[in-house]
């Protein structure tokens, strides 16, 4: 049994299948936003209150991996 070769052999005529210059919405410069000014108190009690509405979920954080820490000492002790 002889298999014939069924794929043609491809011949580039230029056609463009699919157009790739495209304008992105990254490109388009869009006006800046005004910048806030904040004053040296503000901008720390900003941080001071970012630090308390993340620290619990640090906390929680690492409290999960000292747990499996912990569990995988166990189990390979």
Do not use: Q
């Not at 230029?14 to 006006?31: L, P, R, S």
Request: aromatic letters at 12%; charged letters at 30%; hydrophobic letters at 45%.
């Amino acid at each position: 049994m002889n298999k014939k070769n069924k794929n043609k052999e491809y011949i580039d005529d230029g056609h463009t299948i699919y157009d790739m210059n495209v304008d992105a919405k990254w490109n388009n410069k869009k006006e800046k936003t005004p910048s806030v000014m904040v004053t040296k108190e503000e901008r720390w009690t900003l941080i001071k209150a970012a630090f308390k509405a993340y620290f619990p979920k640090l906390l929680l954080v690492l409290g999960c991996f000292l747990l499996a820490m912990i569990l995988i000492y166990l189990w390979l002790k």
